[in-house]
């Protein structure tokens, strides 16, 4: 049983590309109220479900409440976008470093689509800085975001950084949405 019918969006994506592996350790991003973090507590054993299997990490932020899960850790009233949630993370994360990041963060809609689609954008942008400080050489970000005129430069800096980068539009996804999510795979760390 999910809390949110978001979770089949990440189980149709994972199903096709396995972004989530046991032993894997996951960031979630904007997790209230929690059905992405139980679809991936699931994939990367976070609870220790299969004994035979690497018991994954699952971290979950949200600036709401985020109610307790099994196997997952969360920082609820934590924005993502703010450098001391960054350092926190790096405190939590085994070998300070994460396989893969998700987000499903969304800003409070304001009803006009420009400004909420570049409002996306911007907080897409700040993964690829949370990226550089957690995300292990080799690692994956999906991020959803609402299509619009910004869009191809979110992509191309995800390409700058990440060998792959494609479009999605989970099937769980209402059809006359605005919402895709790009797949950023095999994370080539910056040189500094
Ligand atoms: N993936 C979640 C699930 O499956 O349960 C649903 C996520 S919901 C669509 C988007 C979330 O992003 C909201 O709970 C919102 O509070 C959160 N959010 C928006 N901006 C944020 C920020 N700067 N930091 C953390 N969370 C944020």
New binding site residues.
């Given amino acids: 049983n999910?809390?949110?019918r978001?979770?089949f969006k990440?189980l149709e994506i994972d199903d096709k590309f396995k972004v989530l592996q046991p032993g894997h350790s996951v960031v979630?991003?904007?997790?209230?109220?929690?059905?992405?973090?139980?679809?991936a507590a699931q994939r990367v054993n976070a609870a220790g479900t299969d004994p035979e299997l690497p018991r994954g990490t699952v971290i979950g932020?949200?600036?709401?409440n985020i109610p307790p899960l099994d196997g997952a850790y969360f920082l609820s009233s934590?924005?993502?976008?703010?450098p001391s949630?960054h350092t926190k993370l790096l405190e939590l994360l085994p070998n300070h470093q994460a396989h893969v990041i998700?987000s499903?963060?969304?800003?409070?809609a304001s009803g006009f689509q420009a400004m909420d689609h570049e409002k996306l954008i911007v907080?897409c942008l700040s993964l690829i800085d949370l990226a550089e400080k957690i995300l292990r050489p080799g690692g994956s970000l999906l991020c959803?975001y609402w299509d619009g005129i910004l869009a191809h430069k979110l992509q191309e800096k995800l390409s700058s950084v990440f060998s792959s980068v494609r479009t999605l539009k989970p099937n769980a996804s209402r059809k006359d949405s605005a919402e895709r999510y790009f797949l950023a795979r095999t994370y080539r760390k910056p040189a500094k």
Avoid: E, Y
């Fill in positions: 999910f809390r949110c978001s979770a990440l979630d991003c904007g997790a209230a109220p929690g059905a992405w973090s139980q679809v932020i949200d600036l709401l934590h924005d993502v976008t703010d949630t998700l499903d963060m969304a800003p409070n907080m959803k």
